[in-house]
């Protein structure tokens, strides 16, 4: 076994205070029943009243000495400096879930009554174009600028792979502007509302405001978001320099002035009313009027995009994305039968989370993802693995779970160094296997950094670019209670 470096001889103290597991931890999840290990694996008596991380020793920092696993076509080497994020609580539960539409047919109607008022709101069918040709148009000249500035590239080759892609995306927004409407066809609402769940779930959209069909007020429900704009005056967006800390981030930014912790008081309130759960602030940010508008970039005074998640137990649900490397990579691991192919006939919603826009303190934008009810608690308290031992199975089992290399020039040497800086225990609503539509909140670890490509030179912009960016990707997620490996893009 690998040399551990923990942060402090605190750490080192709480391992040995850890309770014996009365089971192996399990990798291979499909030979268990997996509602009986999360139900049954209760905390002992006497642990209920210690915090969960002295109970399963977790460190402040995890260190490991870099080490490599051989994977498809290369070799992944993994480097290990971690900070451990584990919330203050003294236990964690087991909950089921169930995503069907948290609003009854009076509670919609009260909503559109509340956010659009008397006016008369007309509705656009889901088969409608969602944009129109203004706003491609917005996105074209959002382009031809991104051209001009990656023109200037001084390296050649970059200058080319930048320019490349921007001349696809310039041809993939064209078509979508050829094929848009002008404007979008006023239907008279006929009061139905939204039914259904799924991918499939009916969306219903209301818009006011028709006079200007640039200007309006939109409302939109489905079995899965919830989501209101008002744009009578222009959309707010994050600034930026702050635009891909998106809501799957976990980075927090705590408030600093009274206007932001005014604005983060008034989007906690109006989640809250929803019903959907517990909602906790994880950043404040400044807003600027527009999407694409270069005249009104500025951050305005008192504009606030707040991101909210929902919390169960006072452990966070996160919304990481997978990430098992290169697309094509992953594609050709799969047609070869290195890897058996995973099964996503299964839509998988989002996790649910929230993004709130306050502007001169009312707020005026709401986005909830994710829609759901919590039920009933099946194990108030379970026993979670200890920490330790979730950081062998990460080590053991990351080396299937990543993708990287050349599949013309295995073993070329130019695979990719995965950094591990932030491990977090945290809320995951999962399914289970033999019954797609039953749903489970259990506790999970993710494990996430960033990936450097032994073949490509960073500068520290570069390299701090590529952190932000990848701070939304968990590279392997591990089920706390059993240390079985859940895909979170399949949902068990």
């Not at 970059?158 to 979008?184: C, F, H, K, V």
């Amino acid at each position: 076994m690998m040399k551990r470096l923990f942060a402090c001889l605190l750490c080192l103290a709480m391992l040995a205070c850890v309770p014996t597991p009365e089971q192996e931890f399990v990798v291979n999840k499909s030979e268990i029943d997996q509602q009986s290990v999360l139900t049954q694996t209760a905390a002992p008596d006497g642990e209920a009243q210690r915090p969960i991380a002295e109970r399963i020793g977790a460190p402040a920092q995890w260190t490991e000495e870099t080490f490599t696993r051989k994977v498809p076509y290369d070799t992944l080497t993994i480097e290990i400096d971690a900070t451990v994020h584990v919330p203050d609580v003294s236990r964690v539960g087991v909950y089921t879930a169930t995503l069907d539409v948290p609003f009854s047919e009076a509670q919609q109607k009260g909503l559109i009554l509340k956010y659009l008022g008397d006016e008369r709101p007309f509705v656009i069918k889901p088969d409608q174009a969602y944009w129109r040709k203004w706003q491609y148009e917005e996105g074209i000249r959002e382009i031809q600028r991104d051209m001009e500035k990656h023109n200037l590239e001084e390296d050649q080759t970059m200058r080319d792979i930048m320019l490349q892609s921007d001349n696809e995306n310039l041809e993939t927004e064209m078509e979508s502007y050829r094929s848009a409407p002008e404007d979008w066809t006023h239907c008279e609402w006929d009061g139905a509302v939204a039914a259904g769940r799924g991918e499939n779930a009916n969306t219903l959209m209301l818009y006011a405001n028709t006079d200007v069909f640039a200007h309006y007020r939109s409302l939109v429900i489905t079995a899965d978001v919830f989501g209101y704009d008002d744009e009578s005056k222009p959309v707010l967006e994050a600034e930026p320099n702050l635009i891909h800390v998106g809501s799957r981030s976990p980075i927090r930014m705590e408030p600093g002035t009274d206007a932001e912790r005014a604005a983060c008081e008034a989007a906690k309130q109006e989640v809250d009313a929803f019903g959907v759960g517990a909602f906790e602030v994880l950043r404040v940010m400044k807003a600027k009027k527009g999407r694409f508008d270069t005249e009104s970039e500025a951050a305005e005074q008192n504009c606030y995009i707040v991101v909210l998640k929902l919390c169960v137990d006072g452990l966070p649900v996160y919304d990481f994305q997978a990430w098992h490397g290169n697309d094509n990579i992953m594609s050709q691991v799969y047609s070869e039968g290195l890897y058996a192919e995973p099964d996503y006939g299964v839509y998988m919603p989002s996790q649910t989370g929230a993004k709130v826009g306050v502007r001169d303190g009312k707020v005026a934008m709401v986005h909830i993802q994710g829609m759901q009810k919590l039920g009933d608690c099946i194990n108030p308290d379970a026993q979670l693995l200890p920490f330790e031992q979730i950081a062998e199975i990460f080590c053991e089992q990351i080396g299937y779970y990543y993708f990287t290399g050349d599949p013309d020039h295995p073993d070329s040497g130019k695979g990719e160094t995965l950094h591990i800086t932030d491990v977090y225990l945290s809320m995951l609503r999962i399914r289970k296997k033999d019954a797609p539509e039953e749903f489970l909140f259990v506790p999970v670890w993710d494990f996430v950094g960033y990936m450097e490509s032994k073949s490509t030179v960073y500068d520290a912009e570069d390299l701090e670019r590529l952190k932000v960016w990848a701070s939304s990707l968990s590279y392997l997620t591990i089920n706390a209670i059993d240390g079985s490996i859940i895909d979170r893009e399949q949902g068990y």
